[in-house]
């Protein structure tokens, strides 16, 4: 399956970005789906998870009732909705497959990456 994020951007403290991730190839729907995020000099760290049918999601700590993971089967598209944005949330977020039932927050157990998008907060 091939990956390809989008809707980064540049945006002020408090305010919300859409990231859409489109993917081709193989069926979307035998995939889980996750958002990674990775800052400079740090490791990829695991944002948010949804399951294949869309029915369970995760979400680190961090983020929990900030953003939204959610996922069009039909379109082949998985959205990571981000409000209320902090500048710690900067980084580059990349969306990533892995041919399960449901997410897990490892980033080791992906095999397929999209590019990444960058978001910055400004304060």
């Known amino acids: 399956v091939q990956l390809q994020a989008s809707g980064g951007g540049l945006v002020q403290a408090g305010g919300s970005l859409r990231l859409a991730c489109a993917a081709s190839g193989r069926a979307f729907s035998d995939y889980a789906m996750s958002w990674f995020r990775q800052a400079p000099g740090k490791e990829r760290e695991f944002r948010a998870g949804?399951?294949?049918?869309?029915?369970?999601?995760l979400y680190a700590d961090s983020v929990k009732g900030r953003f939204t993971i959610s996922r069009d089967n039909a379109k082949g598209t998985v959205y990571l909705q981000m409000n209320t944005l902090k500048p710690e949330d900067t980084a580059i977020y990349y969306c990533?497959?892995?041919?399960?039932?449901?997410?897990?927050?490892?980033?080791?157990?992906?095999?397929?990456w999209g590019q990444g998008t960058q978001v910055t907060v400004s304060s």
């Open positions: 949804i399951s294949r049918s869309g029915g369970s999601t």
């Open positions: 990533a497959a892995q041919r399960s039932r449901t997410p897990i927050t490892g980033a080791s157990a992906y095999a397929y």
